[in-house]
């Protein structure tokens, strides 16, 4: 009961952002834009260790990447680019995150967090890359857990309750086993078609 009033009070207060970007006719594509530069403001902080402040911009980040595919639709702004252009700028926005860890890490001489932060980066971008890649083989390929929403919210959880060393680790095992996942899943509707086409 307690957890459905607070998803419904998000809905009403998402709805009623979207509303008001939707009639200051700012473009869907800025909105996107805008999330990067938070981002970017995120990983400036977190380079300088200044984890719970970074945590705060992280969640300011991703209100405007909740909200800007909702403007598209309400204001008949949806494009297939619009939709390219938010996957690309998403993957920067991660990679901005990721980049500030590591010159924190780096900074702080921990070179074995800088290797961990370095296989969370390469586990985040191969679930992209692996679902791009497979979607161009078999219809949908959206298996696996661990997507961009549940990890930012696990760098987002890591870093305001200063908890980020196990968040990497979690990240990193996850991220690792949805790639896996999915090329297994892969190979298998592969082999089936192949299967049924033979």
């Not at 607070?6 to 809905?11: E, T, V």
């Not at 969370?120 to 191969?126: E, F, K, L, Q, R």
Request: net charge positive; proline share 3%.
């Amino acid at each position: 009961m307690f957890t459905k009033a607070i998803g419904d009070g998000a809905q009403f207060l998402l709805k009623h952002i979207v509303r008001a970007l939707s009639l200051s006719h700012i473009h869907p594509n800025m909105l996107t834009a805008i999330g990067l530069a938070i981002n970017i403001v995120a990983a400036v902080l977190f380079a300088k260790g200044h984890f719970w402040e970074a945590g705060w911009v992280v969640v300011g980040a991703g209100l405007f990447d909740m909200v800007d595919g909702r403007v598209a639709r309400v204001t008949n702004t949806v494009t297939p680019f619009g939709g390219f252009f938010d996957s690309v700028v998403d993957r920067y926005s991660d990679m901005a995150i990721y980049m500030g860890l590591l010159v924190y890490y780096a900074r702080a001489e921990r070179f074995f967090y800088v290797v961990l932060v370095a296989l969370v980066m390469a586990g985040s971008v191969m679930i992209s890359y692996t679902r791009a890649r497979a979607e161009s083989l078999i219809p949908t390929c959206k298996v696996g857990f661990l997507e961009r929403p549940e990890r930012i919210v696990l760098i987002i959880i890591g870093a305001l309750w200063n908890r980020m060393a196990p968040v990497l680790w979690i990240i990193a095992v996850l991220s690792n086993i949805t790639v896996i996942h999915r090329i297994i899943y892969t190979w298998q509707c592969m082999r089936k078609e192949a299967v049924s086409s033979g």
